[in-house]
């Protein structure tokens, strides 16, 4: 289909012609594999009345969709026969006048290519994945259009409603009356997706409704359909289907994904009709059609969705909104977020995702409707979470079950690399909560019933970090690295480098080593220019130096920033200056998502850290052993940011709220410095290993991985615990200790001993 859709593109049949185009087709398809049309009815249509060169197909077609159109009754008395025995459809699908599409003959063989194929036990998902295969990529980030996969929808619709739905079921089947009323209620049962695609989530959700309800008649209709089947006749099953497609609603922006989630409901309908025509032995097909999906082609964050389906008679919210950080929102998407987000401190911060929460919370208030999305877990994490779930919370919204971090997938070419979880919401305590852990992100969940799901998706109290400027327990303070803000001038690569000192040798003493992240994490030579106490007779010896100066100046007084352009009377300097005095602790602020331990280092204060970096100053062996634990390393994978999908670490979020060991001994506290000296002698053991080598989750030498179990177990131990079972669970245990440090205002650890100073560390 995406080959067929490039190749009438290429002919200049583009736009919304071609969608609808491409969705009529797809429903021929898939009719004449289904019992819809005759087998093979349409395949034949094309190859017996269309010649080989495809110059008659687009005319041939335009006459069929007219066909598909019109009523038996109401057709040409002479219309060629093969054309009057396609049944009438309806449903407004083949009623809108197209142009006439010019075919080739590879046009023509790429139709009849998608003929050959059968369609009739398709999962409904592969609409979706239509629709992302003939999407170009940059159409795909704009949209933030990643069609979920099956197996993701049945993640949110079963601790949604299915899996309680399946429970009801099994014990009401005993008696006929409650099975009867039960069968009812999921007649009342309403749908929305405000952010639909192409339905996969309305089409899913559909397909299993429809395998309930034929469970339900399997109970209530087996002795009839053993009395039928003695005389070999059929139940007429038309009656007993209650179960249909204007249940469910959705809105979606673009007109081709409405039209696809429209067409694929429908066939689900017809795919679910046929199994229990296979099941009660009288076939039927609700053709032509006549109840409709609700798909409504709009701005989900302009509408009022009360409007698309009254409030009093929706059940369920779900969906997939767009994966669209708040860096890259196009000035619609900013605009439409401002208006969902007025009235709500700090929005600016927000994903775009988190409007569709706003959207829902409003439409939940003094309701029983219960709502889940499928969201990138940038929401649950980092400086979002205190500004979005304020004010969820203040709502009266109480998550009731959660999928933690896992890596979302679909079944579509070009799919996106996204770290996802699912939350489900209501304005009501619902009870049990079940929080789904993975151990790994690409491997399968395990459930866990829980007393409370906070917004950081840990069985925790309802917490929220706030940005703090000072750590809550008495420990260093961590600072942000040093700004060139330079243009480049101030930084030397290891070219630029030892060509400038071979050229002017006295710029040697004004060299510095240069670290941000990567520089850090892999050994990667990099310097600046540090002159801040270089004299001015000495600077004008060195004209290159001077030239770099020069550009620094230049760079700054164009800059846009007002505060920037003050920075021009200054060239020689960094832009911020932080560089500690003392041999200082580096954390880098991104690091892959694949690493255990975030590595930190020991620098000398002769080596400049960048501003991609933190530093702690003077650190003690305790502190390095604290920082580099699983522990921390699990609060800080609850607690941070993300870029992309790697970790992107904070000072004010991450570090300022962690709870340290509360009050530990001066044997633990031996303990923690004696692993912390373990773990860089294990370094050392590699001296041409970067880090980056080292924690390398598939090459980490078991010498530091030992090392590193061995410390998690002494910092354990000053906690006073040595049994924890996930991470999940250490994280909950941090988030105890949190609200017991910040309950008073004042931290439990500076109220007894304070962690040890630092001994000198020989790695």
């Given at each position: 289909?995406?080959?067929?859709?490039?190749?009438?593109?290429?002919?200049?049949?583009?736009?919304?012609?071609?969608?609808?185009?491409?969705?009529?087709?797809?429903?021929?398809?898939?009719?004449?594999?289904?019992?819809?049309?005759?087998?093979?009815?349409?395949?034949?249509?094309?190859?017996?009345?269309?010649?080989?060169?495809?110059?008659?197909?687009?005319?041939?077609?335009?006459?069929?969709?007219?066909?598909?159109?019109?009523?038996?009754?109401?057709?040409?008395?002479?219309?060629?026969?093969?054309?009057?025995?396609?049944?009438?459809?309806?449903?407004?699908?083949?009623?809108?006048?197209?142009?006439?599409?010019?075919?080739?003959?590879?046009?023509?063989?790429?139709?009849?290519?998608?003929?050959?194929?059968?369609?009739?036990?398709?999962?409904?998902?592969?609409?979706?994945?239509?629709?992302?295969?003939?999407?170009?990529?940059?159409?795909?980030?704009?949209?933030?259009?990643?069609?979920?996969?099956?197996?993701?929808?049945?993640?949110?619709?079963?601790?949604?409603?299915?899996?309680?739905?399946?429970?009801?079921?099994?014990?009401?089947?005993?008696?006929?009356?409650?099975?009867?009323?039960?069968?009812?209620?999921?007649?009342?049962?309403?749908?929305?997706?405000?952010?639909?695609?192409?339905?996969?989530?309305?089409?899913?959700?559909?397909?299993?409704?429809?395998?309930?309800?034929?469970?339900?008649?399997?109970?209530?209709?087996?002795?009839?359909?053993?009395?039928?089947?003695?005389?070999?006749?059929?139940?007429?099953?038309?009656?007993?289907?209650?179960?249909?497609?204007?249940?469910?609603?959705?809105?979606?922006?673009?007109?081709?994904?409405?039209?696809?989630?429209?067409?694929?409901?429908?066939?689900?309908?017809?795919?679910?009709?046929?199994?229990?025509?296979?099941?009660?032995?009288?076939?039927?097909?609700?053709?032509?059609?006549?109840?409709?999906?609700?798909?409504?082609?709009?701005?989900?964050?302009?509408?009022?969705?009360?409007?698309?389906?009254?409030?009093?008679?929706?059940?369920?919210?779900?969906?997939?909104?767009?994966?669209?950080?708040?860096?890259?929102?196009?000035?619609?998407?900013?605009?439409?977020?401002?208006?969902?987000?007025?009235?709500?401190?700090?929005?600016?911060?927000?994903?775009?995702?988190?409007?569709?929460?706003?959207?829902?919370?409003?439409?939940?208030?003094?309701?029983?409707?219960?709502?889940?999305?499928?969201?990138?877990?940038?929401?649950?994490?980092?400086?979002?979470?205190?500004?979005?779930?304020?004010?969820?919370?203040?709502?009266?919204?109480?998550?009731?079950?959660?999928h933690r971090t896992f890596q979302w997938n679909n079944e579509g070419r070009g799919k996106a690399a996204v770290h996802c979880v699912i939350v489900g919401f209501a304005a009501e305590e619902v009870q049990p909560k079940w929080l789904f852990e993975y151990e790994d992100i690409k491997g399968e969940s395990h459930c866990i019933a829980v007393n409370n799901i906070n917004p950081y998706l840990v069985d925790a109290p309802n917490v929220l970090l706030c940005n703090r400027r000072v750590p809550i327990c008495s420990v260093p303070s961590m600072l942000y690295g040093s700004k060139p803000a330079d243009g480049g001038n101030l930084l030397l690569s290891a070219e630029e480098y030892k060509e400038l000192i071979h050229r002017e040798p006295d710029s040697t003493q004004w060299i510095r080593r240069f670290l941000n992240a990567d520089e850090f994490l892999y050994n990667t030579p990099r310097y600046c220019l540090w002159l801040v106490d270089c004299p001015p007779n000495l600077l004008n010896k060195m004209p290159l130096v001077k030239q770099r100066i020069e550009k620094v100046r230049d760079m700054r007084l164009v800059s846009t920033k007002a505060d920037t352009r003050e920075l021009a009377a200054t060239p020689t300097l960094f832009a911020e200056i932080r560089q500690c005095k003392t041999t200082y602790l580096l954390?880098?602020?991104?690091?892959?998502?694949?690493?255990?331990?975030?590595?930190?280092?020991?620098?000398?204060?002769?080596?400049?850290?960048?501003?991609?970096?933190?530093?702690?100053?003077?650190?003690?062996?305790?502190?390095?052993?604290?920082?580099?634990?699983?522990?921390?390393?699990?609060?800080?994978?609850?607690?941070?940011?993300?870029?992309?999908?790697?970790?992107?670490?904070?000072?004010?979020?991450?570090?300022?709220?962690?709870?340290?060991?509360?009050?530990?001994?001066?044997?633990?506290?031996?303990?923690?410095?004696?692993?912390?000296?373990?773990?860089?002698?294990?370094?050392?053991?590699?001296?041409?290993?970067?880090?980056?080598?080292?924690?390398?989750?598939?090459?980490?030498?078991?010498?530091?991985?030992?090392?590193?179990?061995?410390?998690?177990?002494?910092?354990?131990?000053?906690?006073?615990?040595?049994?924890?079972?996930?991470?999940?669970?250490?994280?909950?245990?941090?988030?105890?200790?949190?609200?017991?440090?910040?309950?008073?205002?004042?931290?439990?650890?500076?109220?007894?001993?304070?962690?040890?100073?630092?001994?000198?560390?020989?790695?």
């Open positions: 289909m995406g080959r067929l859709h490039d190749l009438m593109k290429e002919t200049g049949y583009g736009g919304h012609a071609l969608e609808v185009y491409l969705v009529r087709l797809l429903f021929c398809l898939f009719a004449e594999d289904t019992g819809i049309f005759q087998p093979q009815q349409f395949q034949d249509f094309i190859e017996q009345r269309t010649g080989e060169d495809g110059s008659d197909t687009g005319p041939q077609l335009a006459a069929f969709f007219q066909v598909l159109n019109t009523p038996e009754d109401r057709r040409f008395k002479h219309l060629d026969e093969q054309l009057a025995a396609f049944p009438f459809i309806n449903g407004k699908l083949f009623e809108e006048p197209l142009p006439i599409a010019a075919f080739d003959a590879a046009m023509r063989q790429s139709l009849l290519d998608c003929c050959g194929l059968d369609w009739s036990r398709i999962s409904p998902a592969i609409f979706g994945s239509l629709f992302q295969s003939i999407m170009d990529k940059q159409a795909r980030r704009n949209l933030g259009a990643h069609y979920t996969s099956e197996q993701n929808i049945l993640k949110l619709i079963k601790p949604l409603f299915l899996d309680s739905l399946r429970e009801e079921f099994g014990k009401v089947k005993g008696t006929r009356k409650k099975l009867e009323e039960f069968h009812q209620k999921l007649r009342s049962l309403t749908f929305l997706d405000p952010a639909c695609g192409c339905g996969n989530f309305l089409v899913i959700a559909y397909r299993e409704l429809r395998l309930l309800e034929l469970d339900i008649l399997r109970v209530l209709h087996t002795s009839v359909r053993n009395e039928v089947e003695k005389v070999q006749q059929s139940l007429d099953v038309r009656g007993l289907i209650r179960l249909n497609v204007d249940q469910f609603f959705g809105i979606e922006l673009e007109e081709f994904p409405a039209q696809i989630a429209q067409v694929a409901l429908w066939l689900t309908d017809h795919q679910m009709n046929q199994q229990v025509s296979e099941e009660f032995g009288l076939y039927f097909a609700r053709i032509p059609l006549k109840t409709s999906p609700n798909i409504i082609c709009g701005n989900a964050l302009r509408l009022d969705w009360n409007e698309v389906v009254p409030v009093e008679r929706l059940s369920y919210i779900m969906g997939n909104p767009p994966f669209v950080g708040k860096t890259y929102q196009n000035a619609e998407q900013r605009t439409d977020a401002a208006l969902v987000f007025a009235g709500i401190n700090n929005s600016g911060l927000l994903d775009f995702v988190a409007a569709w929460y706003v959207k829902a919370a409003q439409m939940l208030r003094n309701t029983a409707i219960r709502c889940a999305f499928v969201s990138t877990n940038s929401i649950c994490q980092g400086e979002q979470v205190s500004v979005l779930w304020n004010w969820l919370l203040s709502q009266g919204c109480r998550i009731f079950f959660a954390v880098p602020a991104h690091t892959s998502e694949n690493r255990i331990y975030i590595p930190v280092g020991y620098l000398s204060a002769d080596v400049v850290c960048g501003n991609a970096n933190f530093q702690v100053p003077d650190a003690t062996l305790f502190d390095f052993g604290i920082l580099t634990s699983l522990m921390h390393n699990a609060w800080m994978r609850t607690t941070c940011g993300r870029l992309e999908s790697r970790y992107r670490y904070s000072a004010s979020i991450v570090y300022n709220n962690f709870p340290w060991p509360p009050s530990p001994s001066d044997k633990q506290q031996q303990a923690v410095e004696a692993a912390a000296q373990a773990v860089l002698d294990a370094r050392a053991q590699f001296p041409d290993s970067s880090l980056a080598d080292l924690y390398d989750p598939l090459t980490m030498p078991p010498v530091l991985h030992e090392a590193h179990r061995a410390l998690d177990k002494a910092v354990d131990a000053a906690y006073g615990r040595r049994d924890f079972k996930s991470e999940a669970e250490r994280v909950a245990f941090l988030f105890d200790l949190y609200q017991k440090y910040t309950a008073s205002l004042l931290p439990l650890a500076a109220k007894g001993k304070k962690p040890g100073r630092r001994k000198k560390a020989d790695g």
